[in-house]
């Protein structure tokens, strides 16, 4: 029989609090550190080149291990088992290809950002627009599933109401940028890096040594509770045109993200830019293998019953653990070690924002790359800043409570589509022309936002919101159902323990007021269960409730684009435009310039990086 | 020797040199990952059964799972080949080529 826990999870824990302030403190101390040396725009945009590799991949890994993919993954593989190591994977192999393809050249070619790149031999206006936009599309969409995500793990964790959350991780991410630049984003992420690989490892410890330290032991226990299947691949991956297309989105959309190219101009050189990656990709591959161990362990020694009482999508599955293994201390350093991994996200989308509106659109399109001194381009990046975190707020309050799942994958189609195939190209195709470049962006990015649109991730989702929702209560009620059926009597014994596990949650007094509904939910639909198991009317309410369900799953109409990413043709559409367009006419002043390039790519003589003055 | 403009930077023979073996190790790497990648992708897609058997009689572990953390481990394994590659052969490339430019 597995322990049932009583939770404080959804209670203001005074240990989350006081981590939470300490960790704020720190991070401020840096940040006005970081605002004495930060005097100009390299400085700023670039933390003056002055990183090192080792430094520069923990913060790359800071910027790219969101608390929506810790708690979300772990929580996927505690509910899912092996699909969500699968769906881990995929977050992983984009960095190898950002190591082979991208990190070098983008340090010799460019200044601050990747717009400088692809705009290195063309015509810097229509191109840095375009770049500046496709920049901005991925930063914003990334931003508003990242705030939308942090008031909602807020408020669960720390009780505090969602608008308060969200104006409170905006001021302190503007906090942050606005003073300390990117010297101060960086040691953010680098905190909050540390701190959230240290924590993951604490708590993997603490599953590990349940099973003594057998990674076989936890995986028979797994099979035991949630019979084989639960370490075999299920449903995630049924057709596999669609796979192949997220695939292809997770790959390049990584070699495509803003914040994170704009980290290679803050080492001195392509050797530690190359070094960087290659500590990044072993921080990140380590964070998932850590992440899935603690979702097994979620599954097996907190019970996904009580897992999907705190939260349905399973989100809390870490905290669970750690305070199942460690207590109330220690589940209040990993919320608030969550809270700080949002806080250094955020704020690195928002340097990259600020870059793309100051360093692309102003100094670059405006003004034509002239300005009159640093300091005027410094001042504009400020004013971006603050109108950047502002953005970000309003995001977050306008989408409360919406579906914004799917704004992550967007962010990712965009990025490979819009930002990737342009960047590639300017670098390798000796033929490639300003308008190449800018069809190519611009098609990239408006497939891949058409196509989001017409897939079942908004058409369905967001647009049929209650359909959808009454499809997956009908389905998830069938599947209940249909579970008890192999063995009634073994089904009801586990209801009872576990509606009386319920019952002690429900009797902590402060219990914050949603995790509460969620329980007291929970509570009535296993008390219905045992009614249904108990008075012999089952076959009858399991049949209706598949009548009930073919009935919700004919209610929602299908989406016109039926995959749920639109990479392979996002990214198709993209290539193609740009080499049909470039063909179409010649840009000899590019074709001359490439050669120069190609010295400064491969050598990085010239490179004029933020270090070299 | 006087030092050589871009131009003849361009002709020179490990110049040329240079370019050639990154553009390939480059694309090795990079062809390695994709296959080490969709090839899991696509074992999931066509042959479910073969991640789900065992590794062995009496265990519980599937052979999906040692594959799926091996695709992580390996893509990590590959950048440090690349960075290895790089460190002892690219970067003294890099060097020789610098100093025909700046001599």
């Known amino acids: 029989m597995q322990a049932q826990p009583q939770s404080i999870i959804g209670t203001l824990s005074p240990m989350a609090i006081f981590f939470f302030l300490a960790f704020v403190a720190v991070t401020l101390g840096i940040t006005y550190w970081a605002a004495k040396k930060t005097k100009n725009a390299a400085q700023f945009y670039a933390a003056g080149g002055g990183i090192t590799g080792f430094q520069n991949g923990l913060a790359l890994a800071g910027d790219y291990m969101s608390a929506a993919s810790f708690l979300g993954i772990a929580g996927l593989v505690s509910l899912k088992g092996y699909d969500g190591l699968i769906y881990s994977v995929g977050w992983l192999v984009g960095w190898p290809i950002v190591m082979f393809l991208i990190s070098e050249p983008l340090r010799n070619l460019g200044k601050y950002t990747l717009s400088d790149v692809?705009?290195?031999r063309l015509h810097p206006q229509p191109v840095k627009t375009a770049a500046a936009v496709g920049s901005l599309v991925t930063v914003l969409f990334y931003m508003t599933a990242q705030m939308v995500g942090a008031g909602t793990l807020i408020q669960l964790m720390f009780n505090l109401p969602y608008e308060s959350a969200i104006i409170l991780v905006g001021i302190l991410i503007i906090c942050y940028v606005l003073f300390g630049g990117m010297l101060a984003t960086t040691w953010v992420q680098i905190i909050k890096a540390c701190l959230l690989l240290g924590g993951a490892t604490i708590l993997v410890f603490l599953t590990l040594k349940s099973f003594n330290f057998s990674y076989p032991q936890m995986f028979s226990e797994a099979v035991r509770l949630y019979t084989p299947k639960f370490l075999e691949p299920g449903g995630l991956i049924t057709k596999p045109l669609d796979a192949f297309s997220l695939g292809l989105a997770l790959m390049f959309g990584t070699a495509g993200l803003p914040h994170v190219l704009m980290r290679f101009y803050t080492v001195p050189n392509a050797k530690e830019a190359r070094k960087s990656v290659f500590y990044a990709t072993g921080f990140i591959g380590y964070f998932y293998i850590l992440t899935v161990t603690i979702g097994f362990g979620a599954a097996i020694l907190v019970g996904k019953t009580f897992i999907t009482s705190i939260d349905a999508g399973g989100n809390m599955s870490a905290l669970a653990l750690a305070e199942h293994l460690g207590g109330g201390p220690f589940l209040g350093f990993l919320a608030a070690v969550a809270f700080a991994t949002i806080l250094a996200v955020v704020a690195g989308l928002t340097l990259a924002g600020a870059s793309a509106v100051s360093h692309d659109l102003y100094v670059g399109v405006f003004r034509h790359g002239k300005v009159k001194n640093d300091q005027e381009e410094m001042k504009v990046?400020?004013?971006?800043?603050?109108?950047?975190?502002?953005?970000?707020?309003?995001?977050?309050?306008?989408?409360?409570?919406?579906?914004?799942a799917f704004m992550v994958g967007l962010a990712f189609a965009v990025a490979a589509s819009a930002n990737f195939p342009a960047l590639l190209m300017s670098i390798k195709w000796k033929r490639f022309t300003t308008a190449g470049a800018v069809s190519s962006m611009y098609t990239g990015l408006a497939v891949a936002v058409v196509l989001i649109v017409l897939?079942?991730?908004?058409?369905?989702?967001?647009?049929?919101?209650?359909?959808?929702?009454?499809?997956?209560?009908?389905?998830?009620?069938?599947?209940?159902?249909d579970g008890y059926s192999k063995d009634t009597a073994k089904s009801l014994a586990t209801l009872q323990t576990q509606v009386a596990a319920l019952q002690v949650d429900l009797a902590i007094p402060d219990l914050n007021a949603k995790v509460k509904a969620n329980k007291t939910k929970a509570l009535a639909t296993g008390q219905a269960?045992?009614?249904?198991?108990?008075?012999?009317?089952?076959?009858?309410?399991?049949?209706?409730?598949?009548?009930?369900?073919?009935?919700?799953?004919?209610?929602?109409?299908?989406?016109?684009f039926p995959m749920k990413s639109p990479g392979i043709f996002s990214m198709g559409a993209a290539f193609l435009v740009g080499i049909l367009v470039s063909l179409l006419k010649r840009e000899e002043s590019a074709e001359e310039m490439f050669e120069s390039e190609k010295v400064r790519t491969y050598v990085g003589v010239g490179a004029e990086g933020s270090a070299s003055h | 020797m006087s030092p050589k403009t871009v131009h003849q930077i361009l002709d020179d023979p490990d110049f040329l040199e240079l370019v050639r073996k990154k553009d390939r190790i480059s694309a090795i790497?990079?062809?390695?990952?994709?296959?080490?990648?969709?090839?899991?992708?696509a074992l999931i897609a066509y042959n479910k059964a073969y991640l789900a058997e065992k590794i062995s009689a009496g265990s519980s572990i599937t052979i999906g799972i040692p594959i799926a953390v091996g695709v992580i481990v390996l893509s990590w394994i590959l950048t440090g080949v690349y960075v290895f590659w790089a460190n002892g052969k690219y970067d003294p490339m890099v060097k020789a080529v610098k100093e025909k430019m700046e001599r």
Do not use: H, M
Request: avoid cysteine; charged fraction near 15%.
């Open chain 1, 381 to 404: 990046a400020k004013i971006s800043t603050v109108g950047i975190g502002v953005i970000a707020i309003l995001l977050g309050l306008l989408f409360k409570k919406q579906n914004v």
């Open chain 1, 118 to 120: 692809v705009a290195f």
């Open chain 1, 455 to 481: 897939s079942p991730t908004v058409w369905e989702d967001v647009f049929q919101d209650s359909s959808v929702k009454a499809r997956a209560a009908a389905v998830a009620t069938f599947t209940r159902l």
């Open chain 1, 529 to 560: 269960d045992i009614a249904v198991l108990q008075g012999g009317t089952f076959p009858t309410a399991l049949a209706a409730a598949k009548a009930a369900k073919d009935q919700a799953v004919a209610q929602v109409n299908k989406a016109p």
């Open chain 2, 29 to 41: 790497l990079t062809a390695l990952e994709l296959v080490l990648y969709f090839g899991f992708i």
